[in-house]
């Protein structure tokens, strides 16, 4: 009898110890990388892993890193060489005749800037986020040109392309911006919305950005009044994602106005002022977004300097790589620009007066996304 009793109390305790562990599941592994960046710079990815005690950031390093099905990329700076040309060279019948696509060479230097690259983490091989300028010219002040993150959602990296040059014989200098959208899963720049949908996000976010543009303006000393024709020219040219406070997708678009040389503000290219604004309009690339995690949600809370965002899921076989990536980041091996990054079709930015001089337009070069003539300065999201 005392053996019968003995046996049940066993059993007894061995089903309480079944029942405690099926109430209390094993933590599923999960991970994510959070990008976040401040005002300029190419900021920072973290790597955060969830465990039974919770979140925490188990390795993190500069730069963008992301993780999509199948692959590990990473955006990294790394110098790019850019073919000058200096007017004072050129004789006076050059200046006004010269065919930029075949400047004399004994004018022509080169020039390093900072470009951003995208890596792929298996191979290691390298191409330009945004082409390079095929060629810039310097009359007065040197050229620039820059390449800056606005962010990353899901497989989509987002970036803007800018540049700034003196045409020879122009009547002052001038610049132009782009945007870029990369789709790391077709492995090349996409367009993010088409003419129908840009269209119908213009509408959208019509009201809104003519208000914060004309409270900019009142800003800047101006009356903040935009005529019907300068309205009509109102386009939105890029994105940066932003999540609300539940989770949910929430981006910030840039709109830009067509605008005189003198008064504009140099955000998104001269001859142009822009705004960015928050529209509640979800564009097909972007619908079915998942809820941000909450570990993600708490880290982007952490850094409240940040102004651009960004975050993948990582899958278990891609936990070494990406600690690799982030703790010994792969070299950048610059390369001519392949025809995969070839710029996609994009609608037409708001275009007004062009600088003065002859010069054909050669900052028309190529680069993803859409494009906006005459930028002094590009501006992150703020």
Known sequence: MRCKVNLIMAMGAVLAAVSTAAAAPAVAQQAWLVWTAGGKGIGATRLVELSAAGPAVTASGEGLVVAVPGRVWAV?????????????????????????????????????????????????????????????????????????????????????????????????????ASFVALDLIAGKPVELWGKAE???????????????????????????????????????????PTWDGAGKLAPRFLFVLGWDYASGDSVWGSYSRAAWVQVPFAIKRFQGQPLLPLAVRQQFALQPEARRFGWSAVEPAQLALVRKELTTPTAVAPAKPSPAAAPAASPAAPKTDRPGGSRPATQARPASGSRTAPVNTGRAPR
Do not use: F
């Not at 970036?159 to 020879?168: G, I, Q």
């Not at 543009?213 to 009356?223: P, S, V």
């Open 76 to 176: 990294r700076e790394a110098a790019v060489a850019v073919p000058v040309l200096k007017c004072s060279c050129l004789s006076a019948q050059q200046r006004d005749s010269y065919d930029p696509d075949r400047p004399p060479a004994k004018c022509v230097s080169k020039a390093n800037y900072k470009a951003l690259h995208l890596i792929d983490a298996y191979t290691g091989k390298s191409t330009p986020v945004a082409r390079p300028p095929s060629l810039l010219t310097a009359d007065e002040g040197a050229p620039s040109w820059s390449t800056e993150l606005l962010g990353q959602v899901g497989p989509y990296v987002l970036a803007a392309d800018y540049s700034w040059e003196m045409p020879c014989m122009a009547a002052h200098g001038g610049g132009a």
């Open 198 to 240: 840009q269209a119908q996000l213009a509408r959208a976010g019509r009201d809104k950005a003519l208000a914060a543009l004309a409270a900019a303006m009142r800003k800047d000393g101006l009356d903040g009044k935009v005529e019907a024709a300068m309205a009509d020219t109102l386009a939105v040219q890029a994105l940066s």
